[in-house]
């Protein structure tokens, strides 16, 4: 399309407009709040209405099959759903009134659930006149509905995967596969992510490393990927199909020449973030044995710029950022999440050399993968208190915010497997080791994990049930006493009795939070949840999908998983991107400004306001037999804001799809008092 | 108009669909209450919206509007700017007509602002408690009669 015209033009003038109205119980969700029978009866009412149905399940195949059927059977023209929110199902009967040979623009979606039903608990009335309220509205809109063509253009077959872990590699592979081009940036100067961090991982005890290292073989020999390390997003603009991404990337600093001498050298050194700051390493450094890219890289952040001596020569390391830019179709987030970092005190962890947390005893054991006795601090390790729920299910009020005022409501879901995992690997490296694990709940969901649990069992470690009002506590041991550390805790399994453990080792399960990504977050214009990890549109219905077109998540960025559960994330992302950029063309909804050119007299104010290049421009166009000044649109170039419509003085400038007579509409359907019709028990 | 005892003022929410009205869904997801005299309109920036709109809401029986968009947030150049402007030159129309304009509010509510969307609703329904239906004090402005 490359002109837009008032679209009422589009009309058959003598069209009846015939109106199919139909209300959703949505299993009760909606009608145990709404009396949606009696708004069935009022819609009934109402001109235009041809039909007016409720169903327990629209969405259903039943559901939609019957408003295809009206469509068929009785000449309905338009049609309005009152059901969940329309970012949910909008699409889906859209799609439904297409089949049945309408423009899918001539639907309208209410929303009667999350912004009625499910906020108006003990008001019956009041909720059922607030949905008759809505509906009424929305069948004024949909009256002034026409019909509408999507924009359709041409879009770039190429993705970019932000991330570098499982679940962004994994999705690189599978979208490259479907053979369409994939960059994959990664923050940080390796691949791999958190699960290079890890050792044995569930539910098939295989090395992390070893199965990270295949799949990284895979995507970076892959011909359709490129790879960027220490690169990161710093613009993002355009929608989907064209995307304009721009990427700051940080040097290397390191030639191949020198890279294995500068290993050797000298060098200062800073805590180990990928061993959780139990060991140092240099400045110039390999994240780990096998790691990709094999080339060393410097770390800017604590390189202090002085030389190096390398080879016998003193060198210095220079960084020279570079900043290029790309064109994407597609943008996959797979941005992966952080460990819970335990505030001081918390447990006793940073304040007693005893308490440490999973991830850290992981890495504490994969650095001495031989050795067959535990000690820590020093100390042979001969009891282990193993603590779940470590940042995870807190209750806002009972339990103490983090650091940045936060509290952790949801369940981490993978720590209470990983635990179990560790304790039988401890069960079985150091055999003659107590272990005691002090649970809230054991979840085990997930296929294969409750084996675990029944492996800790036979496995004699002894467990210890807590209640998540009242937690264990970790106290330093009086002096002289066998053990470090005590562990505290009443053991709902005993009934409520006051149980006490000495211990040499205290690990934590910590949970999951959501990494920091803020500004990404800001120029994706991607919504979060409130657990605060990034948010699908819908766990079943559109499951790895923003609600930014174009836009996809995959893996832990959105919440936590296993590496199972990230991995099949990732490969859904994969499938996303390639239906979306397969056919080299996406489609736009075609909510962008149209001129009335009768109603346009030329003054140019739409113009004077508009933000986008090339939006509107103003033409000469002849009108009886006289040249005169019109504005144009440029749909391609439109976002469909609408600062033009309130600048227009003449009412000439609208956005297709909502119009200001549609708006006008609904407020007027809105102001009705309509108590009156109100004929529901109070 | 003499007041009806089973009707309410009545509250407008213009919510941008990639803030405030996913915000109302997230209000939802929660099963959070709050009054049922609140009417939320999808809107894809309020920057649409001329004076005279606002005004025709007012005289048509809306009693307060509240404007739910997605300030620095908002996917539109240029919009956010563009709504505040439309909002204040309305204000002194307002007063011409003698509407209270705390009866129209421009608030900046994300897809995960539960507590400021309540808030915001809150507020307003106290407020309407207080100064009434918009029609008792609405009157019509010399230059009109």
């Known amino acids: ?682 | 108009m003499a007041e009806n005892k089973k009707h309410k003022p009545k509250i407008l929410i213009l919510a941008t669909i990639s803030g405030g009205y996913a915000g109302a869904d997230s209000v939802g997801q929660l099963h959070t209450d709050y009054p049922t005299n609140t009417y939320i309109l999808p809107v894809l920036c309020p920057c649409i919206f001329p004076e005279e709109f606002y005004l025709r809401c007012f005289e048509q029986g809306i009693d307060a509007i509240l404007v739910m968009y997605s300030g620095t947030d908002s996917p539109y150049k240029g919009g956010p700017e563009r709504t505040a402007v439309m909002i204040n030159q309305t204000y002194p129309l307002m007063k011409e007509r003698g509407i209270d304009t705390r009866r129209l509010r421009l608030a900046a509510i994300c897809t995960v602002c539960t507590k400021p969307f309540l808030k915001e609703v809150t507020q307003m329904d106290t407020l309407l408690k207080g100064i009434g239906f918009v029609r008792d004090e609405m009157t019509i402005p010399e230059a009109v009669q």
């Not at chain 1, 060393?296 to 030389?307: M, T």
């Not at chain 1, 150091?430 to 994990?449: A, L, M, S, V, W």
């Not at chain 1, 120029?523 to 079943?540: C, N, Q, T």
Request: proline letters at 5%; hydrophobic letters at 40%.
């Open chain 1, 1 to 682: 399309m490359s002109e837009s015209t008032n679209p009422k033009k589009k009309e058959e003038k003598d069209e009846e407009v015939r109106i199919g109205v139909y209300t959703c119980y949505c299993g009760g969700n909606i009608s145990d709040a709404v009396d949606c029978e009696h708004v069935k009866k009022v819609m009934t009412d109402l001109p235009n209405v041809v039909v007016s149905r409720t169903d327990m399940s629209m969405c259903s195949d039943a559901g939609q099959a019957l408003i295809e059927k009206d469509i068929k059977e009785k000449g309905i023209n338009r049609v309005i759903v009152g059901a969940c929110a329309p970012s949910l199902h909008e699409q889906t009967f859209r799609g439904t009134v297409a089949r049945a040979g309408l423009n899918p623009y001539l639907y309208h979606h209410v929303g009667l659930r999350e912004q009625d039903s499910w906020v108006s608990h003990g008001d019956y009335r009041g909720a059922t006149c607030k949905a008759l309220n809505l509906m009424t509205a929305g069948v004024a809109k949909t009256r002034l509905l026409a019909p509408l063509e999507p924009i359709r253009l041409e879009a770039e077959k190429h993705a970019l995967v932000i991330g570098g872990g499982v679940a962004g590699l994994r999705t690189a592979l599978d979208t490259a596969r479907r053979g369409i081009q994939v960059t994959l940036i990664e923050k940080s100067p390796f691949l791999g992510g958190r699960m290079a961090q890890l050792g044995k991982v569930f539910p098939t005890d295989e090395d992390a490393c070893a199965t990270l290292d295949k799949l990284i073989q895979k995507v970076a020999s892959h011909p359709k990927v490129t790879i960027f390390t220490q690169a990161e997003v710093t613009g993002v603009s355009g929608y989907v199909g064209d995307y304009q991404i721009k990427i700051l990337q940080q040097s290397r600093g390191i030639n191949n020449d020198i890279a294995e001498a500068v290993l050797d050298a000298d060098m200062p050194k800073v805590p180990d973030a990928f061993n959780y700051g139990l060991t140092e390493r240099k400045v110039i450094y390999k994240a780990y044995p096998g790691c990709y890219p094999p080339t060393p890289a410097v770390d800017w952040a604590h390189y202090n710029g002085e030389p190096i001596i390398v080879n016998g020569q003193p060198t210095i390391f220079y960084n020279k950022p570079k900043n290029f830019d790309l064109k994407v179709g597609a943008i996959v987030v797979a941005t992966g999440f952080k460990p819970y970092e335990p505030r001081a005190g918390e447990y006793g962890y940073k304040e007693l050399p005893e308490v440490v947390t999973l991830p850290q005893l992981i890495r504490y054991l994969e650095l001495d993968k031989t050795t067959r006795t535990l000690t820590w601090a020093g100390r042979a390790v001969n009891d282990i208190a193993l603590i779940h729920c470590v940042g995870s299910r807190d209750t806002e009020g009972v339990h103490e915010p983090q650091a940045d005022g936060q509290v952790n409501n949801y369940c981490s879901r993978v720590c209470c497997t990983a635990t179990l995992h560790m304790a039988n690997e401890l069960r079985e490296r150091f055999p003659d080791t107590n272990i005691y694990d002090f649970y809230e709940d054991i979840r085990t969901y997930g296929r294969g994990h409750e084996t675990y649990y029944q492996k800790a069992l036979e496995g004699m470690v002894r467990f210890l049930r807590y209640r998540g009002i009242e937690r264990p506590e970790v106290v330093a041991a009086p002096e002289g006493d066998t053990h470090p550390v005590l562990v505290r805790a009443k053991d709902s399994l005993s009934q409520g009795e006051e149980m006490e453990v000495a211990a040499d080792l205290v690990v934590l399960a910590v949970g999951m939070m959501p990494t920091q990504v803020d500004e990404l977050v800001q120029m994706l214009k991607i919504s979060r949840g409130v657990d605060r990890f990034l948010a699908e549109v819908h766990p079943k219905l559109r499951p790895v999908e923003t609600a930014v077109n174009g836009v996809i998540l995959a893996g832990t960025a959105q919440g936590p998983m296993t590496i199972q559960e990230s991995v099949a994330a990732a490969s859904a992302a994969a499938v996303k991107v390639a239906v979306l950029l397969g056919q080299g063309e996406v489609q736009l909804d075609p909510f962008v400004a149209y001129v009335d050119p009768e109603k346009c007299d030329g003054n140019g104010a739409c113009i004077e306001v508009c933000k986008y290049e090339d939006a509107i421009k103003m033409e000469t166009v002849t009108i009886n037999g006289k040249d005169v000044k019109r504005a144009v649109v440029t749909p391609a170039n439109c976002a469909g804001c609408g600062g033009c419509v309130s600048a227009c003085p003449n009412r000439a400038i609208d956005i297709q799809g909502w119009t200001l007579d549609q708006y006008d509409a609904m407020v007027d359907a809105i102001a009705l008092d309509l108590w009156d019709l109100m004929e529901v028990p109070a």
